[in-house]
């Protein structure tokens, strides 16, 4: 048996879809989705995704990162699957219900609204997610927000400089975040334009990262460095955020796909 699967990306965050609603598709495991990702002897993505069909929505997505871990959100896939759907989506996934729409300059996402609990991050004890009084080197005094997975905010003068290689894997495997976290490093370049650096939980440095886009963003409008309508400029690209009156999360960037194959599940270890 060959399946197909469509190769997709974000501003350079790149995913391989794969749609059970219209194809025969074998049980998704952490060790087929990561033997998939793997960049040598896979197809190569950040991220795995698979379409199914939903009760309460158009269609589920379900994420896997390159290490083939499940995760709950991830924005440039909304937006990729939203181009793919070709029309406006309501998405299940683990972190909430999702709405894709075409818009000018891409697709728009409504990604829900943001939170701040400690323990819906989750933090592994109570502590204030406006500003945690906890470091790591030259990284201090960051910010959290959930937008449907956890995000630590650090703002720094020149994110450029910082070493995410090393600091990325350190903060995310904390035990402070028993889910782990993905760590975004900002600089506020005025109050409406940010640049970010973000590590994946999973994944690593990636090119771009629309939930890590949006939780920047909220953290900036939180701590009043910037306005509610914010450019993000990632390594892949700009994203537009807005924190609407009604307090939910607009995400609008581009997406793009990359082509289309096949592949044989008995390659990777699975059943067909």
């Known amino acids: 048996m060959r399946v197909p699967f469509v190769k997709m990306h974000g501003l350079g965050n790149d995913f391989i879809v794969l749609d059970a609603r219209a194809d025969a598709v074998p049980a998704m495991t952490n060790r087929l989705a990561a033997a998939l990702a793997d ?10 995704i698979l379409l199914e069909p939903s009760a309460s929505a158009d269609f589920r997505m379900r994420i896997f990162n390159a290490d083939g871990g499940e995760v709950e959100a991830c924005g440039n896939a909304t937006r990729a699957v939203g181009l793919l759907h070709g029309g406006p989506a309501r998405i299940e996934t683990l972190g909430g219900l999702l709405r894709a729409d075409p818009a000018e300059g891409g697709i728009a996402v409504d990604m829900g609204e943001p939170r701040f609990e ?8 109570a502590m204030d997610t406006h500003t945690l009084p906890v470091g790591w080197d030259l990284l201090d005094a960051p910010t959290c927000v959930n937008v449907g997975n956890p995000h630590v905010i650090f703002f720094v003068p020149d994110c450029a400089a910082v070493a995410l290689d090393r600091l990325g894997p350190e903060i995310e495997h904390d035990p402070l975040f028993p889910q782990r976290v993905n760590v975004n490093v900002a600089t506020v370049l005025d109050r409406t334009h940010l640049r970010l650096r973000v590590w994946e939980r999973g994944v690593g440095e990636t ?7 949006c939780a920047t963003a909220i953290g900036a409008m939180r701590r009043g460095l910037a306005e509610r309508r914010v450019t993000i400029s990632l390594t892949g690209g700009d994203l537009t955020i807005d924190w609407t009156a009604e307090g939910r999360i607009l995400m609008t960037g581009p997406a793009a796909e990359s082509f289309r194959g096949t592949f044989d599940p008995a390659d990777y270890g699975a059943a067909g």
């Open 39 to 48: 960049r040598k002897t896979g197809i190569g993505c950040d991220q795995l």
């Open 207 to 213: 090119r771009a990262c629309g939930t890590g886009a």
């Open 118 to 125: 400690w323990d819906q991050i989750p933090l592994a004890y």
